[in-house]
């Protein structure tokens, strides 16, 4: 990986020179970047950048699996699909934006626990945030059936507070019912990515200055106005870069809806799965996806700009 | 009331510690379930205590087989991202060049992609290409998705990196190869280190790009998946819960290691 180690540069310069130390930058020296780029900028430009044309190619095209398909500029493709789609469509976005806000809401306590209050325990809460990421995220997506399955404890107590009276009239759950239901799901997109939110969130306020809280305090200002004006505006880059890691997966996700919802749950990433797998309507799926990503893209790129962070990566 | 002011004081410790209880429940529930006996072949109802699935940890058919396979996979897929990644972080953080924002754009841009339409588009070229969906395409995927992983997490430690140690290297006559092995890497270490074992992490539990691309081949995800319809043995728990044991000792074995070098570099 050294920039000796790179294959030698085919050098236009004839005298290439031998000695490594050189002060004054040669051809050689000049292409070290550009070598170390290749290899993984290749790779991306391969096995992402060009299937993206290749898909925008499919959507597009008209045919069948038997006969072939073509290149048609069919664009029509892309109405049929909104027009046949367009409620799994609204409901990923719904879902991945609650999910979102509650991991933010979720999210924020534990990541400033961390940060501030947990002392010589800081580690080991670490530890219990990321650990999940090493266990089968699937095994623990199907432990929530087993938490939210009818007649089991959370749902006996959610009736007893009468919680699932409000929640059915607002349409998140069926009478008595929690499991293959929206709030099912969100709550199991809520719970997968919400480590995508803490660690960032973790991050920034990390970087906080301790004495600014102190300078706060002397300067009269009471807790709550201190988190007001100092620590959140601070924690900003986290709140944002937190709330994409959520929201882009969560919005292209199948799994959640597939394994905690019911067939009136399922989202947009469901109809790509069986589109292109089971359907094999290859134009459909590729239009869809094609979609799902404009939407995402320019959702992101209009949040990037409002919140004023440039600067994520 | 002492009570009341007690829990004002102390609510985001509280709700910090709600929502660590969230994260972890389950967890306890996958370990639990493991010492199940279900009736039937679903394992979401406690029957009674049992330690089979604990004893015949291989005894379903073909689940072994995935999490070798699995585990065969990330660790290509790590050590080629991981790989390519060093690269490109160093050429991103300690060169100038043209094209450089084209280039950190095209590296952002799989982060902020939903992982269904990278799993289509993927599956796209290789119908187009005729490629043999399996072993070979799942693992060019993962390569490509755990790339920008490490390139962010390689990026972060070189950035913070004093260029003066390595110029100090080449004062005291050390050649490149010398100072990089002597110095850059051990310095970015702990870097590579966490962009690899985030994208061991990242290719040993994809599901989605996987089940685009991998034809028939079943990995350890699309194991769980396939269960999920067909019915789920206990032993899916008991892996499971060796998964978290395993993950939860090594991290705290690590910190134990890191905690112990600061304290003696100190001394």
């Known amino acids: ?16 020179p031998r ?21 993984g900028i290749l790779w991306l430009l391969v096995f992402f950048a060009l299937p993206l044309v290749y898909q925008a190619s499919t959507s597009v095209q008209t045919g069948s699996l038997e006969q072939g398909f073509e290149v048609t500029w069919h664009f029509q ?20 934006g609650t999910a979102t806000i509650l991991c933010l809401l979720l999210g924020y306590p534990l990541a400033y626990l961390i940060a501030f209050k947990a002392g010589r325990w800081r580690n080991l809460v670490l530890v219990l945030v990321i650990a999940p990421f090493f266990t089968s995220f699937l095994i623990r997506t199907l432990a929530w059936k087993t938490i939210l399955a009818d007649g089991g404890a959370v749902v006996d107590v959610l009736n007893t507070l009468h919680v699932l009276d409000v929640t059915s009239w607002l349409g998140w759950t069926e009478s008595n019912r929690v499991l293959a239901t929206p709030m099912a799901v969100v709550c199991g997109l809520t719970y997968n990515f919400l480590p995508f939110m803490i660690l960032p969130l973790y991050t920034s306020l990390e970087r906080i200055d301790g004495r600014l809280h102190e ?31 959520t929201f882009i997966p969560a919005s292209g996700d199948y799994v959640n ?3 905690l919802g019911s067939t009136d749950t399922k989202m947009v990433g469901s109809v790509i799965q069986s589109q292109f797998l089971r359907v094999l309507d290859y134009p459909t799926a590729a239009a869809l996806s094609f979609i799902l990503m404009a939407i995402v893209l320019l959702m992101v790129t209009f949040y990037i700009r409002r919140s004023g962070t440039e600067d994520l990566v | 009331m002492p009570v009341l002011r007690w829990i004002r004081r102390n609510l985001i410790v509280i709700a910090g510690l709600l929502t660590l209880a969230y994260m972890i429940l389950p967890n306890i529930v996958v370990m639990v379930f493991s010492f199940n006996k279900p009736n039937g072949r679903f394992n979401y109802e406690w029957q009674r205590f049992s330690l089979d699935a604990w004893r015949d940890p291989c005894g379903v058919a073909d689940m072994c087989g995935s999490l070798s396979l699995s585990l065969q996979i990330a660790f290509w897929a790590t050590l080629g991202a991981t790989v390519l990644g060093t690269m490109v972080a ?14 950190s754009s095209l590296i952002f841009l799989p982060m902020a992609m939903p992982e269904v339409v990278m799993a289509a588009s993927l599956l796209t070229l290789f119908l187009n290409m005729g490629a043999q969906l399996g072993f070979w395409t799942v693992l060019i995927a993962h390569i490509m998705f755990c790339l920008s992983f490490v390139v962010t997490a390689v990026k ?23 100072t990089f092995v002597r110095v850059t890497l051990p310095i970015a270490a ?29 990995t350890f995800p699309m194991f769980v998946w396939g269960s999920a319809q067909r019915g789920t043995p206990v032993q899916i728990n008991v892996i499971g819960t060796a998964m978290f044991i395993i993950a939860v000792t090594m991290v705290l074995v690590g910190q134990l290691i890191a905690s112990r070098r600061k304290s003696n570099a100190r001394t």
Do not use: C, H
């Open chain 1, 77 to 96: 493709t892309y109405v049929d699909a909104l027009r046949d789609y367009y409620p799994q469509f609204i409901r990923s976005l719904l879902y991945a």
């Open chain 1, 257 to 259: 809806a597939e394994l």
């Open chain 2, 156 to 178: 972060a430690r070189v950035m913070s990196m004093d260029p003066r140690l390595e110029e100090a290297a080449r004062d005291l006559y050390a050649g490149p190869v010398q």
């Open chain 1, 19 to 39: 000695q490594p130390t050189l002060r004054k930058p040669s051809t050689r020296k000049r292409l070290v970047p550009y070598w170390l780029l290749l290899p």
């Open chain 1, 1 to 16: 990986m050294s920039a000796t180690k790179a294959p030698p540069a085919p050098s236009p310069n004839p005298e290439e």
């Open chain 2, 190 to 218: 702990p870097g590579i280190a966490a962009g690899a074992l985030l994208a061991f992490a990242l290719s040993f539990d994809d599901f989605i790009i996987t089940n685009f691309n991998a034809g028939s081949t079943v």
């Open chain 2, 90 to 103: 160093f050429a991103l953080v300690r060169y100038r060049f043209r094209a450089r924002g084209a280039i």
């Open chain 1, 215 to 245: 300078a706060a305090g002397d300067l009269y200002a009471t807790p709550a106005t201190t988190f007001r004006k100092v620590t959140f505006p601070l924690s900003m880059p986290g709140v944002v870069s937190g709330t994409l890691l």
